[in-house]
């Protein structure tokens, strides 16, 4: 089995789409949530949705005002963090001096740890200057680090609003509705679920009762399941169909808590069919007893519509935590949006026009999935850090928010241990691939001794000497250029 990183999703983050930083690290499995299945005896209130939103202290770039949302609706929040934060992050000096890579890197990444394919790449996050590369433009597997590529395309193309809907029409007959799906894995039956901490969106029960009322509390017999926008492959190519048990979930366009039969786990074995599962929950909570395939009559009046969490807040869960499952549905959401339909080929098509749009160099990219999960996905250091580049002032800058802090949060929280001095200077996606070769990647952004602000991207494919030697020696690379003070 491979994975692609291995991060507690409870995890507290300093991105402000998250909550407040934790004080004390993580158990390593998740205290147990009862899921809880009650019969609706009335008609439930909407679920209001607060999305907590504030600037990353010594940024050099400004963030984009976000368009406004496809669809959904989205209530500004009041400001967090409150005043007078514990800082965290390092401040950045737009008058700093540009540190001179070129001095130090050579011999840094001259590591017996790095015995494979090993590239970097290192830019100014001010001027997009170069400062440093080694096999920048060599195509490699980039493991989670491929999350920045679909986190990216998805806010660039659908905003920091957006929120994925999943609707109820009425029925072939009176005494019928259709659940149609369109693309939301975070729905919870009752609000409690697997997401609820980073991304709490809709849950069943919202819709149900949304429904009943709106067919004046008559209860339905039967609720026909419409997953006809999704028409592709439940596995994206180079993805077993073992991986498919535990580091993923089979792909449908509706899913509560992401497909997983225990809703506590990050690894949790997942359902053959994730959509099936969600839609005899919805009829439970409804109280109707069928639940057939279908699709939704051609001019069908809709009863009730519910959405997900803002993309802004999926996406702090996926960069986070690592969510392979979470990070692939924002990136069929993006090809439907841009494409027009949802498969894993107009995902490709719209992650490549992204891309292109910003300047990046796309050739040689593969684009397979949008987790990284697939050993056959391909990207560049050099490509990863022209994106970056090309997100700053953007309106996908608020990517550079969603970041792991080395030391303090996502995947990131428990790294650094050998290189302290990076701790709170990095942030950075990690990216971990166990088979069918080894792959480690590190790609986000460090700020120098003198406060200038560096973009940068490291990747290793087919090394020996082990995953923690590997991550370890990034850490250390990270970290020595920080304090290099060159």
């Not at 920045?148 to 659908?158: D, E, F, I, K, P």
């Not at 819709?207 to 039967?222: F, I, N, S, Y």
């Not at 809703?263 to 005899?280: E, F, G, R």
């Given at each position: ?181 369109g693309g939301d894995p ?205 997100a700053v002032g953007s ?82 690379i990270t970290a020595a ?6």
């Amino acid at each position: 089995m491979s994975l692609s990183d291995n991060a507690d999703p409870k995890v507290a983050s300093s991105a402000p789409h998250a909550g407040p930083a934790a004080t004390v690290p993580p158990k390593p499995a998740q205290p147990g949530r009862a899921r809880r299945r009650r019969a609706l005896t009335g008609v439930l209130a909407g679920l209001a949705v607060v999305v907590t939103v504030a600037a990353a202290g010594g940024l050099v770039w400004q963030f984009a005002a976000v368009a406004n949302p496809a669809t959904g609706t989205f209530t500004p929040p009041e400001a967090y963090p409150p005043a007078d934060p514990a800082p965290v992050l390092a401040s950045s000096d737009t008058d700093a001096p540009v540190p001179d890579l070129a001095s130090v890197l050579p011999a840094l990444l001259d590591d017996d740890r790095l015995n494979g394919s090993a590239s970097a790449s290192f830019a100014d996050a001010l001027t997009g200057e170069v400062l440093f590369e080694q096999e920048g433009t060599t195509p490699l597997a980039p493991a989670s680090s491929m999350k920045v590529v679909t986190a990216v395309a998805a806010l660039q193309n659908l905003g920091a609003e957006y929120r994925i809907p999943t609707t109820v029409v009425e029925g072939p007959t009176e005494d019928s509705v259709v659940l149609v799906a369109g693309g939301d894995p975070t729905l919870t039956i009752d609000g409690e679920g697997y997401y609820t901490d980073y991304a709490a969106g809709a849950s069943l029960a919202e819709l149900a009762g949304l429904v009943l009322e709106a067919r004046g509390g008559t209860v339905p017999t039967t609720v026909y399941l419409d997953t006809s926008v999704f028409t592709d492959t439940v596995n994206a190519a180079g993805v077993t169909m073992s991986e498919l048990y535990t580091s993923t979930a089979p792909m449908a366009p509706i899913m509560v808590d992401g497909g997983r039969t225990d809703n506590t786990l990050k690894y949790s074995p997942h359902h053959t069919d994730p959509a099936l599962v969600a839609a005899q929950e919805f009829a439970e909570v409804l109280g109707a007893s069928q639940v057939e395939a279908g699709t939704a009559p051609e001019g069908a009046a809709e009863l009730a519509a519910v959405y997900s969490a803002p993309l802004a807040a999926l996406v702090d869960s996926f960069i986070l935590t690592s969510d392979n499952l979470l990070s692939d549905a924002v990136a069929l959401q993006t090809a439907l949006v841009v494409g027009g339909e949802m498969t894993w080929a107009a995902m490709a098509a719209a992650h490549q026009s992204t891309l292109q749009d910003l300047g990046v160099d796309t050739a040689g990219l593969v684009f397979h999935d949008g987790s990284g999960l697939s050993p056959t996905d391909r990207m560049t250091a050099n490509a990863f850090t022209q994106l970056l580049l090309g997100a700053v002032g953007s309106q996908a800058s608020s990517v550079f928010e969603s970041l792991p802090v080395a030391g303090y949060s996502g995947t990131l929280w428990d790294r650094f241990e050998t290189a302290d001095d990076g701790k709170g200077i990095v942030r950075a996606k990690t990216g971990t691939l166990t088979e069918p070769s080894g792959v480690i990647s590190l790609t986000g952004t460090l700020t120098t001794a003198d406060g200038r602000q560096v973009i940068f991207s490291l990747i290793s494919n087919g090394h020996t000497s082990g995953e923690n030697a590997v991550e370890t020696a990034m850490d250390e690379i990270t970290a020595a250029v920080a304090t290099c003070g060159c």
